[in-house]
């Protein structure tokens, strides 16, 4: 079975609205963190989308062919790697800063820990 260009980015498109709407109606930190992973992969998936060409092979010089044509931009390839490493930085940091809200707190209800806050404010 072969994707075309359009029902990727269809899918990247229907991925990218569960991880909103994850990440903007769930109380809890962790699921949070979640739906902002797969809004992730989904940028992942449309940017790949995005860069292949049917019938192109990779920038990677064979038999002297160096007509452009013949190969992909490799742009997107690049910024997808790059934002998978980012991606996994700030994943770690905000499950870093998850794990010492839990402590103080004892929830990852992220209601709970904002009145846990106003009423020591108070």
Same mark, same amino acid.
């Given at each position: 079975?072969?994707?075309t260009?359009?029902?990727?980015?269809?899918?990247?498109?229907v991925?990218f609205s569960?991880g909103?709407?994850?990440?903007?109606?769930?109380?809890?930190l962790?699921?949070?963190?979640?739906g902002?992973?797969?809004?992730?992969?989904a940028?992942y =998936?449309f940017l !790949?989308?995005?860069?292949?060409?049917?019938? &192109?092979?990779?920038p990677?010089v064979?038999?002297? %062919?160096?007509?452009?044509?013949?190969?992909i931009?490799?742009?997107?390839?690049?910024?997808?790697l790059t934002?998978?490493?980012?991606?996994?930085?700030?994943s770690? =940091?905000?499950? !870093?800063?998850?794990v010492?809200?839990?402590q &103080?707190?004892h929830?990852?209800?992220l209601d709970? %820990?904002?009145?846990?806050i106003r009423?020591?404010?108070?």
């Open positions: 079975m072969t994707f260009n359009n029902s990727c980015e269809a899918v990247a498109i991925l569960i909103l709407v994850n990440l903007l109606l769930q109380p809890n962790i699921k949070k963190i979640i902002l992973n797969i809004m992730d992969t940028i =998936l !790949a989308a995005k860069g292949y060409i049917e019938g &192109r092979v990779a990677i064979e038999n002297g %062919i160096l007509d452009q044509e013949h190969y931009n490799p742009v997107p390839a690049g910024l997808v934002g998978i490493v980012v991606s996994v930085s700030v770690a =940091l905000m499950l !870093a800063l998850t010492r809200l839990y &103080r707190y929830t990852l209800n709970e %820990i904002s009145a846990k009423d020591k404010e108070e």
